[in-house]
């Protein structure tokens, strides 16, 4: 006796019944792979992002605001500070390095970020084809930029003012030109058109002085080992200017009058993360911002709606569980005439309760399946209608260790709903029943 074929046949003779079930625990399985995807998916992205930046400092504001427009590039800026105090903050003795941004352009709605080869590295980004940029307007393009803009090495384009591509504001007079193709690196990268810091100046109406090359202001931008004599027991977080080389520097370019939007900043030390950002907020007019506590406080913000929505979605399972017990109960009450005759027939008590175990599992599991599915699916609308793909560290492809636990989850619940039902069959009194009949 075929079990697998006998359960299927017994499920196609109440279509509607049977469809209404997986539906109802699809939508359940859905929203919680939904929930799953993104949180586990936004949180690898924040992490990855955010690796290596111990503080972003920009102008004052929301500091959150902050960590999303200069790390994940997804808010407008608080506003720019100015060079020559990113300057001196970067010769603070807890600062092992900084990391100059310029926002403020963009192109198609892909962001212009003005840095250095320092963002490259931070983020081990290589040029899989034509080279970095090297003079004043030249830009090297995020991988999914070179692919949904269509451009190549050798274009050239024109920047929109903002980063809402709506065809005005468009610097027209300043041409752009793409030198190198950056490989993919799963990041925020990808996103981004990467140029020199004297290329936004540029744009924007500075004058830069010299088409110096970025080799040259990288290698001004290093910094050198400080000197320990040169350090005071007791100094305090802000520190004497001279203590160590500048960590910004354009050589040629000049100190005073340019701005910026913001500096990646990484710690000497972990006194560092004591001292800087209280030292910043309160003894100068920048802003600093902690990723990790800024990022905590952006999940804990919306954990409220995420516990919601699972507890929305798990009492939707629940009530589909309910559903499949009483369709498989009142079935039983139908076939129990079927039942009898099996097991006259030769079909043992334990057959029978696995005949109805197996029903209860074919419909859970086809819910299940169909419910994980629709849920990459909803991921992937949201992907292509509200950002662009893989701005926000989503991936509709992507699978991940929980769905197992859901779909291993699910079976349980369906077991469950059918054990009652099962446990009937096994009782049943095969000359009662057709007495009766």
Same mark, same amino acid.
């Given at each position: 006796m075929n079990l697998l074929k006998l359960s299927g046949s017994y499920i196609k003779t109440k279509p509607l019944n049977t469809l209404l079930n997986i539906v109802l625990l699809a939508l359940g399985i859905a929203i919680i792979t939904v929930l799953l995807l993104a949180s586990k998916q936004v949180e690898k992205s924040l992490t990855q992002n955010s690796r290596g930046i111990d503080l972003v400092v920009g102008a004052k504001g929301s500091p959150l605001q902050i960590i999303l427009s200069s790390i994940f590039h997804i808010d407008y800026p608080t506003g720019n500070i100015p060079l020559s105090?990113?300057?001196?903050?970067?010769?603070?003795?807890?600062?092992?390095?900084?990391?100059?941004?310029s926002l403020g352009d963009s192109y198609q709605g892909y962001r212009i970020v003005g840095t250095n080869y320092e963002y490259l590295d931070l983020y081990q980004v290589e040029?899989?084809?034509?080279?970095?940029?090297?003079?004043?307007?030249?830009?090297?393009l995020g991988a999914a930029v070179a692919q949904q803009s269509g451009l190549s090495v050798g274009d050239t384009f024109a920047s929109s003012h903002g980063f809402i591509d709506d065809g005005l504001n468009v610097h027209d007079d300043q041409q752009f030109t793409v030198v190198g193709l950056l490989a993919p690196t799963q990041n925020v990268v990808d996103n981004l058109i990467l140029t020199s810091l004297e290329s936004v100046w540029q744009v924007h109406d500075h004058d830069t002085g010299t088409d110096?090359?970025?080799?040259?202001?990288?290698?001004?931008?290093?910094?050198?080992?400080?000197?320990?004599?040169?350090?005071?027991?007791?100094?305090?977080?802000?520190?004497?200017?001279?203590?160590?080389?500048e960590t910004i520097t354009e050589e040629g370019l000049p100190d005073e009058g340019d701005e910026i939007t913001s500096l990646l900043v990484q710690f000497r030390s972990p006194m560092a993360a004591v001292q800087l950002p209280r030292y910043i907020n309160e003894r100068t007019n920048m802003q600093a911002a902690s990723p990790p506590f800024e990022t905590a406080?952006?999940?804990?913000?919306?954990?409220?709606?995420?516990?919601? !929505?699972?507890?929305?979605?798990?009492?939707?399972?629940?009530?589909?569980? !309910?559903?499949?017990?009483?369709?498989?109960?009142?079935?039983?009450?139908?076939?129990?005439?079927?039942?009898a005759i099996m097991r006259s027939l030769g079909a043992s008590p334990p057959l029978l309760f696995t005949h109805v175990i197996l029903e209860g599992l074919i419909i859970t599991?086809?819910?299940?399946? !169909?419910?994980?599915? !629709?849920?990459?699916?909803?991921?992937?609308i949201a992907t292509q209608l509200y950002a662009r793909p893989g701005q926000l560290g989503l991936a509709a492809g992507q699978f991940i260790t929980e769905e197992l636990w859901v779909l291993i989850g699910s079976l349980v619940v369906g077991l469950v709903a059918s054990l009652i039902p099962a446990v009937q069959a096994y009782r049943t009194n095969i000359s009662q029943v057709l007495a009766e009949r």
């Open positions: 105090e990113a300057k001196q903050l970067s010769r603070n003795r807890l600062i092992k390095n900084t990391i100059p941004l040029v899989s084809e034509g080279t970095r940029w090297e003079k004043s307007m030249e830009v090297a110096t090359t970025h080799a040259e202001a990288n290698h001004e931008h290093d910094h050198k080992d400080e000197d320990d004599h040169d350090h005071e027991n007791g100094h305090e977080a802000g520190g004497n200017p001279h203590e160590h080389d406080r952006l999940f804990s913000l919306i954990g409220v709606g995420v516990d919601l !929505l699972q507890g929305f979605a798990y009492v939707i399972v629940i009530i589909a569980a !309910l559903s499949i017990f009483l369709a498989l109960y009142n079935s039983l009450k139908a076939r129990r005439y079927d039942l599991l086809t819910g299940c399946i !169909l419910g994980i599915l !629709l849920g990459h699916g909803v991921i992937f």
